[in-house]
C-alpha cells in the first residue's frame, strides 16, 4: 500500500462523495505534476493549462476513455459516483458531464485510498496519450 500516510482507512467503507473530495486532489495533482515535469512554463501559463484539464467536460471525457479498461470493482466504484446525488453542480458544466467527472474522481480517490498508485500511473498515462 502506498500513500502519503498510513492511517486506517477503508475505502469501501466511505461514502462516493468522500472519494471524490480525495480523486479531486490527487487528480489535480496529477495533472499538475504532467504539466510541471514536462514543461518549464510561466506559472500562469501552467495554470491555465491545468484549469483546462480539470475541468467537468476534460474530466468527462478523461472518463470515457479509460471506461471500458476499468475493472468490475473499479467500474462498480465509477457507476456509484456517476449516480451519486450532488448537491450542486460546477459553472459552465452540464449534469451529464458533472456526473461522469464525479464518477472519475471517486474513482481516483478509491484506488488511492486503497494503496493503487500503480493502477492510478497505469490509468493517468492513457489520459496523457495523445488521441489517435
Known amino acids: 500500500m502506498e500513500r502519503f ?17 480525495v480523486g479531486d486532489t ?4 496529477f495533472v499538475r505534476e504532467s504539466l510541471v515535469c514536462t514543461a518549464n512554463q510561466p506559472v500562469k501559463k501552467q495554470h491555465s493549462l491545468a484549469a483546462a484539464r480539470v475541468k467537468a467536460a476534460a ?5 470515457q476513455k479509460i471506461l471500458p ?6 467500474a462498480d466504484v465509477f457507476r456509484r459516483g456517476r449516480n451519486a446525488h450532488v448537491r450542486h ?6 449534469e451529464s458531464d458533472y456526473h461522469y467527472a464525479t464518477a ?6 478509491y484506488l488511492y485510498l486503497k494503496g493503487e498508485l500503480n493502477r492510478l500511473r497505469t490509468l493517468f498515462a492513457l489520459l496523457l496519450e495523445e488521441p489517435t
Open 5 to 21: 500516510l498510513n492511517l486506517p482507512c477503508d475505502p469501501a467503507q466511505l461514502g462516493t462523495l468522500n472519494l471524490a473530495f
Open 69 to 74: 479498461l476499468l475493472t468490475e470493482e473499479e
Open 104 to 109: 472519475l474522481e471517486a474513482l481516483v480517490g
Open 26 to 29: 490527487v487528480y489535480d495533482l
Open 59 to 63: 474530466q468527462a471525457a478523461a472518463a
Open 89 to 94: 453542480k460546477a459553472k459552465n458544466a452540464s
